[in-house]
């Protein structure tokens, strides 16, 4: 009978230390937390790693893309470690980059760029290029290096189809050849 009350007992123990444990566990789980989600905008629908576009007509090259990776979400895009070359005027655009995010026809770019174009290296903190137009609008600190030049200064816009530029806080050195030498 003994035997039978120590066995009762031994159950009786395990249901009261399961419903204590039960008990202490529901209530240390923080009340506050929230639990994270997913929001349908942050899934990409496709996905590209280390990959080369190309766009041509009948006559020339347009464009060429090469990126690390590509994410292709509903109303944007994404890009890591990207060059894009274009030809624009018989002059090519070529564009480098570590992130760049596209929306419908602007690319933004918050970790640098450096734009190469007719002998220049254009390099802004960040900025938006607007395809259609061909403008950058640079935000930040830029400088532009070239074969004559050594510019710098902050927020630069630049329009390659006008041959425009403007910027804040302009700081120019330029290399000017003496072409009175020879002369007497």
């Known amino acids: 009978m003994k035997n039978l009350l120590n066995i ?5 123990f395990f249901f009261i230390f399961l419903l204590i444990f039960s008990v202490i566990a529901i209530f240390s789980f923080d009340n506050n937390r929230t639990t994270s989600y997913l929001n349908p ?4 629908k496709i996905e590209f790693n280390n990959f080369t576009i190309y766009q041509i007509n009948n006559e ?9 990776n590509a994410k292709q979400f509903d109303k944007f895009e994404e890009f890591n470690d990207v060059v894009l070359e274009r030809l624009n005027n018989n002059i090519i655009d070529k564009i480098i980059t570590s992130n760049a995010i596209k929306k419908e026809d602007a690319i933004f770019f918050n970790n640098g760029v450096n734009n190469f174009r007719d002998g220049y290296d254009l390099h802004t903190k960040s900025g938006v290029y607007y395809i259609d137009s061909n ?3 640079g935000n930040g600190d830029f400088y532009i290096k070239g074969n004559f030049q050594d510019i710098k200064g902050e927020d630069i816009y630049y329009d390659a189809n006008k041959g425009i530029i ?14 009175n030498k020879g002369k007497k």
Do not use: C, M, Y
């Open 8 to 12: 009762g007992n031994s159950v009786s």
């Open 60 to 68: 020339n090259l347009l464009t060429k893309l090469q990126a690390k």
């Open 41 to 44: 905008i942050d899934v990409p």
């Open 135 to 137: 403008i950058l609008d």
């Open 166 to 179: 403007t910027a804040k806080n302009i700081n120019a050195k330029l290399k000017v050849e003496n072409t």
